[in-house]
């Protein structure tokens, strides 16, 4: 099987798009490369948080939707979109967009329809730790989490100071 991106087409219906993957993928597969040739330091609706400062332009990935119950994870750290579970040929591919971004330029109201819909995709800056433990979160979004869980008594000493 070809793991590339020529394996994945764009579909626009009312202009709204899609990524569709062309062929049939096995769970924990390797679909394609995530684009790392155009880094930028500021977040836009076509780019991919891969660390803490640094986003990336991702090309035909940038059809890539968001759901709350994802086909694909987006591996920052490889650089690579992986299937979280089988998928189909012909089928749109979706990740959870809080999985890598730790706040969105352009924050939007999900309509997924999922049973564990977040209802506002924001960034992972706004879930609670239940919501974030049940996904694939990027390296960069954990060391967020544990920097600032590991600041708790910093934050709080400074509240009482004041």
Known sequence: MVSTMEALTIRTENKFRTLVTKQSY?????????PSENIVDKPTRFTVQITKDRHTHVGKLAAL???CDP?????????VMIARRDINKNEELSFFYPATEWEMQAPFICLCGSTNCIHVVA???FL????LEGHYLS??????IIELLNHTDLHLKKLQET
């Open 26 to 34: 096995r769970k924990g597969e390797v679909i394609c490369s995530i």
């Open 123 to 125: 960034g992972a800056r």
């Open 71 to 79: 086909n694909v994870i987006l591996d920052t750290e490889h650089m």
């Open 128 to 131: 609670p730790l239940s919501t």
């Open 139 to 144: 390296r960069h979004i954990r060391e967020t």
């Open 65 to 67: 939707n968001h759901s």
